[in-house]
């Protein structure tokens, strides 16, 4: 398999179809959906996608560390152009306050790790992405048109029960989810708790290095805790989390619909690779974890 050169990942850094339309499933790649016209339509009342940009031609913020917006208060358009993928991050309910914008959880590392990891990607594979940040609603139908989503910080998640219905819906129908960045047994059972009241009756269990999605793109040997930016040189871990898991959670067919990577962060990885002082073997583990997950749900 493909080795991730060190210099490929300086040079970037620094410089599904999954069944017939109308069965529930999602709509496949090759048909342009009329959502996604060159002139998009007037947004539904309340709030429909999140920071997607509303015009074309898109352009990087005068900040790139500003401050995500509030999710309930940033309707925006759907992505204006159309490409076989999109780094889709899952827009959630959460609660408390404090360090990392708790009460705005999913939107931590927000968008800048979305973008670099977006930036790599598109140097690594032939996959068509879209270059930019996509955030969505869990209650939003048009969910469906992303097979891939990607949610962290969900140690503080708290879903509503139309947010419940929405995940539950859209795994089943073909989606896949990527949890990352939390830590502990604390930030775990509540993960478990709410993921519970998505699917009472699927358990989350080990997936070993044998499973193909450590092998998609990347061959996998080794599963690596990745710390935040600036834990290295000693204690890479948070909280009570000192070893790092890949679980997952599978249909009834076998298919992996959900992998949680606990005790590490990759988004990190990504948002700081850049860094001079950040630590290339986790950089390198976290791009490769990352292809190798989408390469997955788009084949799967």
């Keep these: 398999m493909p080795a991730l050169a060190p210099c490929l990942l300086a040079t970037v850094m620094l410089t599904g179809e999954h069944g017939p339309e109308g069965d529930g ?25 999140l920071a997607g ?11 790139p560390f500003a401050s995500p917006p509030d999710a309930p208060d940033a309707a925006q358009f759907p992505p204006p152009e159309w490409h076989e993928f999109y780094f889709t ?36 594979t032939n996959l068509d992405a879209f270059s930019y940040e996509n955030a969505v609603l869990l209650t939003d139908e048009s969910i469906r048109r992303y097979p891939f989503l ?22 089943m129908a073909g989606g896949f989810l990527v949890i990352d960045d939390f830590w502990g047994t604390q930030e775990w059972l509540q993960f478990e708790y709410q993921m519970s009241l998505v699917f009472p009756s699927r358990p989350i269990v080990d997936l070993d290095l044998e499973h193909p999605v450590f092998s998609t793109f990347y061959d996998i040997e080794e599963i690596m805790q990745v710390p935040a930016y600036g834990r290295w040189g000693g204690r890479t ?48 583990f976290a791009f490769q974890m990352g292809v190798n997950m989408i390469i997955y749900a788009m084949s799967h």
Excluded at 53 to 63: E, I, K, T, V, Y
């Design 89 to 124: 991050r899952a827009a959630y309910s959460s609660y408390g306050r404090g360090w990392g914008r708790r009460s705005n959880s999913w939107a931590t590392d927000y968008p800048k790790s979305d973008r670099q990891f977006l930036t790599v990607l598109q140097r690594l």
């Design 150 to 171: 990607y949610a962290l910080e969900v140690g503080y998640m708290s879903l509503s029960p139309a947010e419940i219905e929405g995940l539950r819906d859209y795994l």
């Design 237 to 284: 871990s948070e909280r009570d989390g000192y070893v790092p898991y890949v679980k997952g959670i599978h249909d009834d067919e076998g298919r992996l619909m959900v992998i949680v990577n606990w005790n590490t962060d990759l988004g990190d990885a990504w948002e700081w690779a850049e860094q001079p002082d950040y630590p290339l073997q986790y950089s390198t």
């Design 53 to 63: 940009a509303p015009s074309f031609p898109h352009s990087l913020p005068d900040d």
């Design 25 to 49: 499933s999602f709509a496949g790649n090759p048909a342009r959906p009329e959502a996604l016209a060159s002139e998009p339509p007037t947004p539904a009342a309340g709030p429909t996608f």
